[in-house]
C-alpha cells in the first residue's frame, strides 16, 4: 500500500484514542478496502509502537484466548509472543481477521471490563455478517467503525493534491472557476473508472495504467465471488453468487428495484432475502429503501419489499458492467450512465448524514435519492450528464417548496430558483455546503 494515501477514518480513530469513553474499537467493511493498513499505520502515527496478531495467519494464537478470559494474562501471553511489553495506552493492541476467532470476539468485552487502559483494535473480513448475529459478539462493548472504499474527496487528496487544497477550501455557493471545474469533471470521470480500492488507487498513482486498473479490478471480483463460495454459514453460497451477479442487470432496468425474478427465472424473496442480508451486512452492497411518503422521519416509511441494490465501489461496479473507459472519458452518452452516477453519489452520501438515503417512486414519479438532515426533507436528482431536472422532481418542489433541493450534474455549482445544482464532484460536500 502507498504511503501517499490519507484516510477520513484517521480522524475517528484519533478522536476515539482520547475519548473517555474508549471501548475496544472494531473496524467492519468489505476485504480490500483498507482495514489493516489503516490499522498499523494510526499504530504507527499516534502510539509508541503497536503489535500486530493475525488470527488466519497464526493459528496458536486461537488456543491463547480459547483457555483464558483474563485479559491481564491475554496481555503476558500476547508480550511473549510478541516479543515487547505491551503497554496501556502506549502500545496498541491490533487483532486482524478476528473473524477466525470468535473466543477473540468475545474476549473484546473482558478487555473493556477489565482492562479498558490498553487500546485495542481489531478487524476482519465479513465480520458485519457475523456481526449481525447478536449472540456472536460483545454488543455495546465494542465501538464500530464502518470503512469504505475511498471516497472522492480521499481519491483526488491522494492523485493531486493541489487541486485537492482548492477543492478543500470551496465554500458554500461560491463560484468555481471554469478551469476548476473542468479539472475537477475530469477527476471524477477517472474516479469513476478506478473507484476507490486502495490497490486500485495506488496503482493508479505508481503506473498511471488503466488496463492494469482493469486487471486489479477483475481479481478483487475473483476474490469476493471466492469468498462466497467459502462461505459455509446457513446462507446458500450459490444464491449470494447469483444475486451479487444480478446487479449490473438489476441497474440496467428502465426501473432499478431488485426484483427477485432478474436473478433467477420464478426468483422469490423467500429465495433470496437472506443471501441479499449476507451481502448488505458483508459490505458488498448498498440497499437504497422506497419510502411511501416522503416525510420525517424517513425510516419510518421505509418499503421492506421494495429496494434498489448498489455495488459499494463505484470502479468495480464499472468493471462488472463492462463499460468502456472511453464511453466515460469523451462526452458521450452511455447506456449504463444513470446508474453509474447513482451508484456514485450513493456512495458519497453514505456516512454523511445520521439516516441513510432513500428514494421515492410510485405509478406518477420518482426522486432518485431523499436525504434527512435534521427534520428537513431534501430531495436529490441524479443526473449523469449536463440536462435539466426530470418533471418529477420539478413537481416535487413546486408542490412542496423544500428549503434545499439538489441536483447533482456535471453542470457548475450554482442556484437555479430554488434548485441547486451541486456539480457531481461536490457530492462528498453536500453536508458542509447546505
Known amino acids: 500500500m502507498v504511503s501517499r494515501l490519507k484516510r477520513n477514518a484517521i480522524h475517528e480513530l484519533v478522536a476515539w484514542k482520547s475519548s473517555e469513553d474508549r471501548k475496544p474499537m472494531v473496524l467492519k467493511g468489505a476485504r480490500q478496502v483498507g482495514k489493516t493498513w489503516l490499522m498499523k499505520e494510526f499504530g504507527q502515527n499516534y502510539y509508541d509502537s ?221 429465495d433470496f432475502e437472506e443471501s441479499i442480508e449476507w451481502l448488505v451486512s458483508a459490505g458488498m452492497l448498498n440497499r437504497v429503501y422506497n419510502v411511501s411518503k416522503m416525510e420525517h422521519p424517513l425510516a419510518a416509511f421505509d418499503k421492506l419489499d421494495q429496494f434498489k441494490l448498489f455495488v459499494f465501489d463505484t470502479g468495480l461496479l464499472k468493471h462488472m458492467a463492462g463499460i468502456d473507459n472511453s464511453a466515460i472519458l469523451l462526452k458521450t452518452d452511455y447506456q449504463f450512465k444513470g446508474p453509474l452516477t447513482e451508484n456514485y453519489i450513493l456512495q458519497q452520501l453514505r456516512g454523511q448524514f445520521e439516516v441513510e438515503p432513500r428514494y421515492y417512486s410510485d405509478k406518477n414519479s420518482e426522486i432518485d435519492f431523499l436525504i434527512q438532515y435534521g427534520t428537513e426533507i431534501i430531495p436529490v436528482e441524479a443526473k449523469g450528464g449536463e440536462d435539466k431536472s426530470a418533471p418529477s422532481f420539478k413537481k416535487y418542489i413546486a408542490d412542496r417548496h423544500p428549503e434545499h433541493a439538489l441536483r447533482c450534474s456535471k453542470r457548475g455549482y450554482r442556484k437555479d430558483g430554488t434548485i441547486t445544482n451541486l456539480p457531481l464532484y461536490l457530492v462528498r460536500k453536500t453536508k458542509d455546503l447546505l
Open 50 to 270: 503497536y503489535v500486530y496478531f493475525n488470527f488466519d495467519e497464526e493459528d496458536e494464537l486461537k488456543s491463547i484466548f480459547e483457555a483464558n478470559k483474563n485479559p491481564q494474562r491475554i496481555i503476558e501471553l500476547l508480550s511473549l509472543i510478541a516479543g515487547e511489553k505491551i503497554l496501556p495506552g502506549k502500545t496498541l493492541i491490533i487483532f486482524d481477521e478476528i473473524q477466525e476467532c470468535p473466543e477473540a470476539l468475545n474476549t473484546l468485552k473482558y478487555f473493556k471490563e477489565k482492562a479498558n487502559e490498553y487500546h485495542v483494535i481489531a478487524a476482519g473480513s465479513l465480520l458485519g455478517t457475523l456481526l449481525a448475529q447478536p449472540k456472536s459478539y460483545p454488543v455495546g462493548m465494542v465501538n464500530l467503525l464502518d470503512i469504505y472504499p475511498l471516497t472522492f474527496d480521499e481519491f483526488l487528496e491522494a492523485t493531486d493534491e493541489s487541486l485537492y487544497a482548492y477543492y478543500s477550501n470551496i465554500q458554500k455557493e461560491q463560484p468555481i472557476l471554469e478551469i476548476f471545474h473542468n479539472r475537477l469533471l475530469e477527476a471524477y470521470n477517472y474516479y469513476l473508472i478506478i473507484g476507490g480500492m486502495p490497490e486500485c488507487v495506488s496503482s493508479w498513482i505508481a503506473h498511471k495504467d488503466p488496463v492494469k486498473i482493469s486487471q486489479i479490478q477483475k481479481e478483487l471480483i475473483e476474490v469476493y465471488e471466492n469468498d462466497f463460495s467459502k462461505h459455509n454459514g446457513k446462507v446458500n453460497s450459490g444464491r449470494i453468487l447469483m444475486v451479487f451477479r444480478s446487479i449490473v442487470t438489476q441497474l440496467a432496468k428502465s426501473n432499478e428495484k431488485f426484483m427477485y425474478g432478474a436473478v433467477r427465472e420464478g426468483g422469490r424473496a423467500r
